[in-house]
């Protein structure tokens, strides 16, 4: 059997436009799609050999009943040892929930466009960030950041603005990546028109950024890597 990935949805639609559930259907994974923004939550992970968060336009510190459940699940998985990535909003959830909810804060501005990450000389040994170079290059679109300075947390890549854009938990393989490694250079300029509005409100030229739109390969090693650890560790294959 086919190793299991709990996909957490954590936007207002079920499915983004990235589609990343199908990929890792296609990469050989078999995919549970619940609406945690809507509260649909499974009643066990031990079925399950991995868990993807995905973005949402909440923050990680709001009382809200899903995020509230969200935070009790990885922790609970956590202690389970159940593989983990979060992205955007699944990150930062990801290190409220392990870390504290102060870990979380807002951004006095949005840092939102094509970026190159610094990657830092932890990441050469990471299971999904081995394959990263000096500088990994992806789209980053957010007003929330997580801090960087928690005894918890190994910074693997960072921006000039942002010092923590992808990080591990500990020794456990729980990861979480601040930018969006899954959008491709088709799909980016849907989602960037289809978020026109938000994008210009946080300073983005949208035109720009369409003009930009990149297959960011190298980032996406990461979710690759991901998904490759979680059939390598399944003890069903």
Not at 70 to 81: N, R, S, T
Not at 146 to 167: E, G
Not at 203 to 215: E, F, I, N, T, Y
Request: proline share 5%.
């Amino acid at each position: 059997m086919p190793a299991r990935l709990l996909y957490l949805g954590n936007g207002p639609k079920l499915q983004s436009v990235a589609k990343l559930d199908e990929r890792f259907e296609s990469w050989g994974l078999e995919v549970e799609l619940r609406w945690a923004y809507a509260g649909d939550f499974p009643d066990e992970l031990s079925s399950f050999d991995g868990i993807f968060l995905s973005g949402s336009p909440h923050g990680a510190y709001e009382d809200i009943e899903f995020i509230n459940r969200e935070h009790d699940l990885i922790v609970e998985a956590a202690e389970l040892e159940i593989p983990m990535l979060g992205i955007c909003f699944g990150s930062q959830v990801l290190a409220s929930a392990l870390c504290g909810r102060d870990q979380v804060f807002r951004r006095a501005n949005c840092e939102v466009g094509y970026v190159d990450l610094t990657v830092t000389p932890a990441a050469s040994d990471d299971e999904i960030c081995v394959e990263l170079r000096d500088f990994v290059h992806m789209f980053v679109w957010h007003n929330d950041e997580v801090r960087s300075d928690h005894d918890d947390m190994t910074i693997l890549a960072y921006s000039r603005d942002c010092p923590n854009h992808v990080w591990r938990y500990r020794n456990q393989p729980v990861w979480g990546i601040q930018g969006h490694p899954e959008i491709d250079e088709r799909q980016a300029p849907v989602w960037f028109e289809e978020n026109r509005g938000r994008m210009q409100k946080d300073g983005a030229d949208v035109d720009r950024l369409k003009s930009q739109a990149h297959p960011a390969l190298s980032a996406k090693s990461m979710i690759y890597r991901f998904a490759d650890l979680l059939k390598s560790k399944c003890p069903r294959e």
